[in-house]
């Protein structure tokens, strides 16, 4: 499993577009997103990737491929938490449903840590709608529940 380039990137690699849009759809499917509008959370996603990527608007977009395959995409960005410090927030994690529990995922949450690390970041936050405790579970050391979020329509 050497061969899998994980990275941040800031250009979208030819070719790669058509497969990272379908990943969207599938973290979409995957997500339990009930009640949100999947279209537009769909264009959010889209225009999200874009802002870390080409358009540099800032936040990260990592992917990792093997042989032009897409394994795993991640949107984060650096913000402040509550205690005024800086956290690095994972805003979406997508994993292809074959390499899902795979120890090698555990690794690059390892470099998604370090990354944190390097960016002077004092927490590591993770946006989960499918519920906080496969999370702890897989991640282990440190993780633990942070906070739940409430949303009304109106």
């Given at each position: 499993?050497?061969?899998?380039?994980?990275?941040?990137?800031?250009?979208?690699?030819?070719?790669?577009?058509?497969?990272?849009?379908?990943?969207?759809?599938?973290?979409?499917?995957?997500?339990?997103?009930?009640?949100?509008?999947?279209?537009?959370?769909?264009?959010?996603?889209?225009?999200?990737?874009?802002?870390?990527?080409y358009l540099n608007g800032g936040g990260e977009f990592?992917?990792?491929?093997?042989?032009?395959?897409?394994?795993?995409?991640?949107?984060?960005?650096?913000?402040?938490?509550?205690?005024?410090?800086?956290?690095?927030?994972?805003n979406q994690a997508w994993v292809r449903k074959d390499?899902?529990?795979?120890?090698?995922?555990?690794?690059?949450?390892?470099?998604?840590?370090?990354?944190a690390k390097d960016l002077f970041c004092k927490h590591?936050?993770?946006?989960?709608?499918?519920?906080?405790?496969?999370?702890?579970?897989?991640?282990?050391?440190?993780?633990?529940?942070?906070?739940?979020?409430?949303?009304?329509?109106?």
């Amino acid at each position: 499993m050497t061969d899998i380039d994980f990275r941040v990137i800031k250009q979208i690699p030819d070719g790669l577009s058509p497969v990272i849009q379908s990943a969207v759809h599938d973290f979409m499917d995957a997500s339990g997103t009930e009640g949100i509008n999947p279209d537009g959370f769909y264009s959010l996603t889209l225009e999200s990737i874009a802002n870390s990527t080409y358009l540099n608007g800032g936040g990260e977009f990592w992917v990792g491929t093997r042989a032009g395959e897409l394994l795993i995409y991640i949107l984060a960005v650096v913000s402040r938490d509550l205690d005024g410090k800086l956290c690095y927030c994972v805003n979406q994690a997508w994993v292809r449903k074959d390499y899902r529990g795979n120890p090698i995922v555990k690794q690059w949450w390892e470099q998604i840590r370090q990354r944190a690390k390097d960016l002077f970041c004092k927490h590591l936050m993770i946006t989960s709608s499918r519920g906080h405790k496969a999370y702890e579970r897989f991640l282990g050391h440190g993780m633990k529940h942070y906070a739940d979020l409430l949303k009304e329509t109106l």
